[in-house]
């Protein structure tokens, strides 16, 4: 009977902690999943309101979202590989070169997190534009009729774009991790013969695996993601996926094919991060 | 292949400087300072390490000790001075031209790699041929009672199977000089004692390693070196055998540092005895101790250690000092007696122990003038 007694009051407290859960997930659901399912009946639903993958396929096979995709994975992988080579670079310097000054370099390049994407896109319009600092100085001394330098129009002005601002998202973990190496195992390993490369091959990087995948899967998320840097540089016929749902859905008011890219989008970006995920498990990240 | 074929061997797959020296090396550490941002911190040091001799350099935090090793590592560049290896001065090579190798206090064992590659790593670095690196893996393994674990990974082993594994990596590139930083200090007491005795065993089988052997623990120092240098404030305080180090200290902090000292104020009465030994008066009693060069009259400690001292007279020769007992502390094999000698404290070792007097009784002291030496008050570095 006591037990009785005792034990009503404790399950209503429980019940009422299970409460706590409804406001956010009610938010949640409100502010992501909502939207995510307006999108997805658009997506997959005829003009009658019946659910149809015709319209899905057909877009699917199209060569405009063929080539955006093509486009999306060369420009995340070649600018995602880049970030990887010039943040290591980079990390490895500022850990174990210490200059003077290295800490605030290291706090200058993290300044471009805060930065919007399009600033750098700008600078770099203003150096290596058509009639850029670059070109201006290059047409001026060499005597040309034509700015030399025209790669920022192209898939590589978006990549150099997207390396010079995701890199600080490779350089952070990498530094993180890089303070975790045990000093020791680098003088130890330099007196038992290893030159400085052998060390950086095989006693530093081996340790920062798990932050190189992990900055490189952001990095690549972000990148197949990237909008504002590719829209500003307006690259003659470089296509990416949000580029298209932005053209789909705001030039030509297609809005049905402009949600189906979104969707290929979302499952895309969910893919890498089920892959960077799985890498990590395997790795011990 | 003998565990003596480790060391001594042509230096085979040694690189640059290093590869035209043989493995036996003695180390010269002539007027060597080290300075960081203007401040010295190892003073002019000279300093003599015999090929073949375990030297083990000992003294308080911030004595000067490990930068004296990394100086030889050359993980720090001296200020001024040189450090020769063999016929090789090392002062401006990097260190992996040293022909070194060193195990440290945390072991440094490479995290992603089994032991088997811990071990191989350094001979894969000075460019051995496979055949050979497979060969000194396994010797090196064998050495240091590793053998069976050759394909575990560092986390999968305890702390002892750790350092046994630092060990054969540091063995398996045949060391012209094997450099010990505090490489016990991270185990336990019982594991401690128990490796001691190893790295005792394993000089015995490789006498011709010269071992540079740095640590703040007395005993270890004791246990394992043939000679030691004591240092303090960054300078060379004391240096000389082991047996000779203890028995006789040069100086205070020797005596003071190198296990417990009773240190009593005694002024030379008569000097220039027979066989090195003067005369010294402790108040009203005479007493003799070894010493060379004093002059009647000086001021001078009179350093005896505690188990030197007993409580009934051990042959004619024997100085005897009456005290008060103060303290008796009873520790199982052994009881420690604290008594007070004109206003000096005077603590006994004793494994056997007589009836006492009541604490505030007087207890006569004894002890042999060869167990007795003279040291001078201030002597500092």
């Known amino acids: 009977m006591s037990d009785a007694i005792v034990a009503a009051p404790r399950r209503a407290r429980q019940n009422l902690g299970g409460l706590w859960i409804a406001p956010p997930a009610l938010i949640l659901a409100l502010l992501f999943f909502y939207p995510l399912a307006l999108i ?31 486009n999306t994975a060369e420009i995340a992988i070649a600018a995602t590989m880049g970030c990887v080579i010039l943040g290591v670079a980079l990390a490895l310097i500022l850990a174990f070169t210490p200059f003077p000054g290295s800490n605030f370099i290291a706090r200058l390049i993290d300044t471009f997190i805060a930065l919007p994407t399009f600033l750098v896109t700008l600078a770099f319009t203003f150096l290596y534009g058509s009639a850029g600092i670059l070109n201006g100085a290059l047409m001026q001394g060499l005597h040309l009729a034509l700015p030399p330098v025209d790669f920022l129009y192209s898939a590589w002005g978006v990549i150099l774009a997207e390396v010079t601002v995701y890199t600080p998202f490779i350089l952070r973990p990498l530094l993180a991790s890089f303070s975790l190496v045990d000093r020791s195992q680098i003088e130890v390993a330099s007196l038992l013969g290893a030159r400085p490369w052998r060390i950086v091959r095989q006693v530093i990087l081996p340790a920062a695996v798990p932050a190189v995948i992990a ?17 500003f540089i307006g690259a003659k016929g470089v296509i990416t996926l949000p580029l298209l749902v932005y053209d789909k859905a705001i030039q030509e008011s297609d809005y049905q094919t402009a949600c189906i890219i979104a969707i290929v989008n979302v499952a895309l970006s969910l893919g890498l991060f089920g892959l ?10 | 292949m003998s565990a003596s074929a480790l060391v001594g061997a042509p230096a085979t797959v040694l690189s640059g400087a290093a590869a035209a020296q043989p493995a036996r090396s003695n180390v010269h550490f002539d007027k060597v300072t080290v300075a960081y941002r203007g401040l010295t911190v190892l003073k002019p040091l000279t300093l003599e390490v015999a090929a073949g001799e375990i030297l083990a350099l000992i003294g308080p935090s911030g004595s000067g000790k490990t930068t004296a090793l990394r100086a030889v590592a050359g993980f720090v560049r001296p200020a001024s001075g040189r450090i020769v290896i063999g016929a090789t001065d090392v002062t401006d090579l990097p260190p992996y031209e040293r022909g070194l190798a060193m195990v440290v206090q945390n072991y440094a064992l490479f995290p992603h790699m089994r032991v088997e590659e811990n071990v191989a ?8 041929p496979k055949a050979m690196i497979g060969e000194r893996v396994a010797d090196s393994l064998r050495i240091v009672g590793m053998a069976q674990y050759a394909k575990r990974y560092p986390r999968e082993l305890s702390g002892g199977q750790q350092q046994r ?21 991270a185990l336990d007491a019982q ?5 001691v005795e190893e790295i005792a065993n394993l000089h015995r089988d490789l006498p011709e390693l010269t071992i540079l052997y740095v640590t703040h623990d007395q005993s270890e120092a004791l246990t394992l070196a043939d000679k030691i240098a004591i240092m303090r404030d960054g300078a060379l305080s004391a240096h000389g055998p082991t047996g000779d180090l203890y028995r006789r200290p040069p100086n205070r902090f020797a005596a003071e ?6 240190l009593l104020p005694v002024v030379v009465e008569e000097a220039g005895a027979a066989g090195g030994f003067v005369k010294a008066r402790a108040g009203a009693t005479s007493l003799v101790a070894a010493a060379t060069g004093e002059q009647a009259g000086a001021k001078r400690l009179l350093c005896v250690r505690p188990q030197n001292v007993t409580l009934a007279r051990q042959g004619e020769r024997c100085n005897a000092i009456s005290s008060i ?8 094999e052994l009881t420690h007696l604290v008594a007070d000698v004109e206003n000096t404290p005077m603590r006994v070792v004793t494994t056997r122990l007589p009836p006492l007097p009541e604490r505030g009784g007087r207890l006569d002291l004894f002890f042999a003038p060869d167990d007795a030496s003279l040291i001078a008050e201030d002597a500092l570095v």
């Open chain 1, 215 to 231: 900055g490189g899967s952001l990095c690549l998320l972000l990148t197949v993601n990237e909008f504002g840097i590719v829209l």
């Open chain 2, 325 to 332: 007992l103060k303290e008796v502390h009873w520790q199982g």
């Open chain 2, 165 to 185: 594994v630092a060990i054969a990596r540091a063995l398996a590139v045949r060391p012209r000089v094997l450099l010990l930083d505090e490489p016990l200090s």
């Open chain 1, 40 to 70: 997805a009946r658009e997506a997959f639903t005829d003009e009658a309101g019946a659910w149809t993958m015709a319209q899905a396929l057909q877009v699917l096979q199209s060569r405009f979202f063929l080539n955006a995709l093509l």
């Open chain 2, 257 to 262: 540092f190198l296990g417990r000292a009773n």
């Open chain 2, 121 to 128: 790593f350094g001979l894969n670095a000075r460019g051995a």
């Open chain 2, 191 to 195: 594991i401690r004692r128990s490796m």
């Open chain 1, 276 to 285: 960077y995920r799985f890498a990590a498990r395997r790795l011990g990240g």
